[in-house]
């Protein structure tokens, strides 16, 4: 019997791989393939795919960090690298390669939806850019829509106080949330990524300080506060856990911690559609007590509403346990 002579062309390997049965047959002809022909980006493309159906992740993602080495403008490398990153559960690695396939004109609505889900967080770019965009228009916008949460943390944790109260507002945004406190603060620091939003905080004259920074670095920066505000900013954080953790260091002796998070159930944030996170009072509840800390008020309210329908919440009242 013949057996069919081997493939020996850049071509003739090209369609055996396209050919081939199995993953592994393949990726044998892709690797002859790429021998003679090793900068052709689609092939190791197609090389690395190969590597994934194998259950090779290691193989996989370096082929593809080849593949966008010669190739920058294919926007599928960079999400089939992210896609790579995700199964690694490598976050922040999956976030870059998304970020660069959607500067390429890839639709990465699928793998950002997936990213948000595994991280258990909110990429902090996507509440950069999101509020970035927003600042200019946040105030005007959140007016339509019956907006409450700072006023409803300043009348809860009101009768704590001893004026002055040195303050820390975090995901101040445009200031909304420091206005309330405008004729008891002490020193008052506003902390937020979106640095529109700061730059809109600005104009108020209100804040000591604004700082461009995520969240638990300005916690564990030294500072002492005796009331820490967080008005609408966790929704946006699914992992509460790297916040509370640095909350007992960063209040003064009697200091209080207001917050509103929409209403969930179970131990767990869970992500809504809205791409805004609900936390339950469980997962709350489990927060305080790993962290040293107790809650003192807990209200049920409406924080705002989103397309007509009542946005259900609670707003928080915490202190340390001793
Ligand atoms: C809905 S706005 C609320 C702003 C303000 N607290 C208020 O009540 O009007 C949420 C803010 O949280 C900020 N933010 C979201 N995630 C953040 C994070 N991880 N670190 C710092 N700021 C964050 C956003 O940039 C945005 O300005």
Redesign the pocket.
């Given at each position: 019997m013949n057996t069919p002579p081997l493939p020996a062309t850049p071509s003739e390997w090209r369609a055996a791989a396209q050919q081939a049965a199995t993953p592994a047959e393949a990726l044998t002809a892709w690797r002859e393939y790429l021998w003679l022909r090793p900068d052709d980006a689609e092939a190791l493309l197609a090389q690395a795919l190969c590597w994934r159906q194998l259950g090779q992740k290691g193989e996989e993602v370096q082929v593809l960090q080849r593949a966008l080495r010669i190739d920058r403008e294919n926007a599928t490398i960079p999400l089939e690298l992210a896609r790579a990153w995700l199964d690694l559960a490598e976050w922040d690695r999956a976030e870059d390669a998304l970020t660069r396939a959607e500067m390429l004109g890839a639709d990465v609505e699928e793998l950002r939806q997936r990213l948000m889900h595994e991280r258990g967080s909110l990429p902090?770019s996507y509440?950069?850019h999101l509020?970035n965009d927003y600042a200019p228009r946040f105030n005007e916008a959140?007016k339509g829509l019956g907006?409450q949460?700072?006023d409803l943390i300043a009348q809860t944790v009101w009768k704590y106080l001893t004026p002055p109260v040195d303050i820390l507002?975090?995901?101040?945004?445009?200031g909304?949330?420091g206005l309330p406190f405008k004729d008891i603060k002490g020193r008052l620091v506003g902390?937020?990524?979106?640095e529109q939003?700061l730059h809109e905080a600005a104009k108020l004259n209100l804040y000591d300080l604004l700082v461009c920074?995520?969240?638990p670095p300005v916690l564990e920066g030294g500072g002492r506060w005796d009331l820490i505000v967080a008005?609408?900013?966790f929704v946006?954080?699914g992992n509460l856990a790297p916040v509370f953790e640095r909350l007992p260091d960063a209040l003064n002796a009697g200091g209080h911690v207001a917050f509103t998070v929409e209403k969930g159930n179970g131990p767990v944030p869970v992500l809504q559609d809205s791409r805004r996170y609900a936390h339950g009072a469980e997962y709350i509840e489990g927060l305080l007590g790993q962290n040293g800390l107790k809650a003192r008020e807990i209200f049920e309210v409406v924080l705002r509403h989103d397309r007509h329908q009542p946005v259900m919440g609670q707003v928080w009242v915490i202190a340390k346990a001793n």
């Open positions: 902090t509440a950069r509020f959140l907006y949460a700072p507002d975090l995901g101040c945004g445009t909304l949330s902390v937020d990524l979106a939003m920074s995520d969240l008005a609408d900013v946006y954080i």
